[in-house]
């Protein structure tokens, strides 16, 4: 019996997000048919113009946005973020500092030294019941 394999595809809108860029500013040949695995490892290894493109100045999609300004996706859409955002509009968001912004900022910083906290007690705990298996 002969096994043959299958070329692995993908939704565009897969690719995309596996990209960081926003599926409606890509190229239409892009956005038309599936996208197979060896054609994302290609424009992920040596890009063409329109990627670099997109991943330098955007529009950049809500996750690449939050990850900009330091927020969550949540945060994004608690600030009126909705849409997708060019590297000059987060830019000027930074610059500009509202409230919104700051607030969100600080929440995620709370987030992430939780997490480190609840990390670290999980590792001394584990730490603690491996000595006292021994």
Do not use: C
Not at 31 to 44: C, F, I, K, T
Not at 59 to 75: D, E, F, M, Q, T
Not at 97 to 107: M, S
């Amino acid at each position: 019996m002969k096994s043959h394999q299958s070329t692995q595809t993908m939704k565009p809108a897969t690719a995309a997000k596996k990209l960081g860029v926003y599926l409606e500013a890509t190229p239409a040949e892009f956005r038309e048919g599936p996208v197979s695995r060896a054609e994302l490892d290609r424009l992920q290894a040596d890009p063409p113009e329109w990627l670099r493109e997109l991943r330098a100045n955007g529009p950049h999609p809500r996750p690449v946005v939050a990850a900009k300004l330091g927020v969550s996706i949540a945060g994004l859409a608690r600030g009126g973020v909705t849409e997708a955002l060019t590297t000059e509009q987060i830019e000027a968001l930074k610059q500009e500092q509202p409230e919104w912004l700051r607030k969100e900022r600080e929440t995620q910083a709370e987030v992430r030294k939780e997490g480190a906290r609840i990390k670290k007690r999980n590792a001394e705990r584990a730490a603690r019941s491996e000595s006292d298996r021994s």
